[in-house]
């Protein structure tokens, strides 16, 4: 089992910047590819960026490159997202999740383990 706790969310002017953080425990980190994922109301889940174990490569929603970067912290079991411009439509619920695999993936279904969620909320 693993387990995901992010942090970093809340409340932010159009233009503005958060860091999101992830720290897992229960399992060892650096064998677990991350990913960050939101979801707006009455939209689905999307996939915003994901990396790899080792952090040599990652993926991101086209629409979001440039604006935010994944990174992660193997000795501090811990993920990032750095959302920079923030946007309005940024606003949603961002989760963390975890793969057991060893590929970076866009798939929801490929992700095992998710943590609760943190809000962001991009005022105009």
């Known amino acids: 089992q693993v387990q995901l706790v992010e942090s970093g969310g809340g409340l932010v002017q159009a233009g503005g910047s958060l860091r999101l953080s992830c720290a897992a425990s229960?399992?060892?980190?650096?064998?677990?590819?991350m990913g960050w994922f939101r979801q707006a109301p009455g939209k689905e889940r999307e996939f915003v960026a994901a990396i790899s174990r080792s952090g040599s490569n990652s993926a991101y929603t086209e629409s979001l490159k440039g604006r935010f970067t994944i990174s992660r912290d193997n000795a501090k079991n811990t993920v990032y997202l750095q959302m920079n411009t923030l946007k309005p439509e940024d606003t949603a619920v961002y989760y963390c999740?975890?793969?057991?695999?060893?590929?970076?993936?866009?798939?929801?279904?490929?992700?095992?383990?998710w943590g609760q969620g943190t809000q962001v909320t991009v005022s105009s």
């Open positions: 999740a975890a793969a057991g695999g060893v590929v970076v993936t866009r798939r929801t279904d490929r992700y095992d383990y």
């Open positions: 229960g399992r060892t980190f650096s064998n677990l590819v």
